[in-house]
């Protein structure tokens, strides 16, 4: 199976992570996975600073080598939400529940466009000890760690 995956990965937190996993998961050892990495334009568009394309790169090769997949696996620059979702012959898309709206509207245009949808596979949100999503924001912010620690620090302390 041809499967796709995309975000902007700073942090690569555990969320991501599982994101990740599941689309390994999915493509079976003679399969494929796309890996979509938010191009730097694209990417600052986010409320919190972002390492750079080069430097979110190098970790995202980091962690799948990591996992000695025999899956055949490579990541693609993305300009915008769809990258080649659009264009590509692909069987899966793995999202997260707070992503599962852009894989409907792939689905969408991919439907627009003439072309066959594609199973879209939702991963739950990894939860942090408080019980809330791990992000990308929250860890910015030193609310949590890249695993959902909680960060004991006077800012943190007046909010509970």
Known sequence: ???MVGGTFDPLHDGHRLLIRRAFDLATPDG?????????SFANRKVHPIHSYNNRYNDLVLFVRSLHSPVHWEIEELHDQYGSTLDEDFDALVVSEETFPVGQN???KRRELGKSCVEIHMIRC???EDGKWISSTRIWRGEIDIHGKLIKNEDTELFR
Not at 32 to 40: A, H, R, Y
């Open 1 to 3: 199976m041809k499967i």
């Open 126 to 128: 990894v939860l942090a």
């Open 106 to 108: 792939i689905n969408q």
């Open 32 to 40: 494929t996975v796309i890996i979509g990495l938010t191009s730097d």
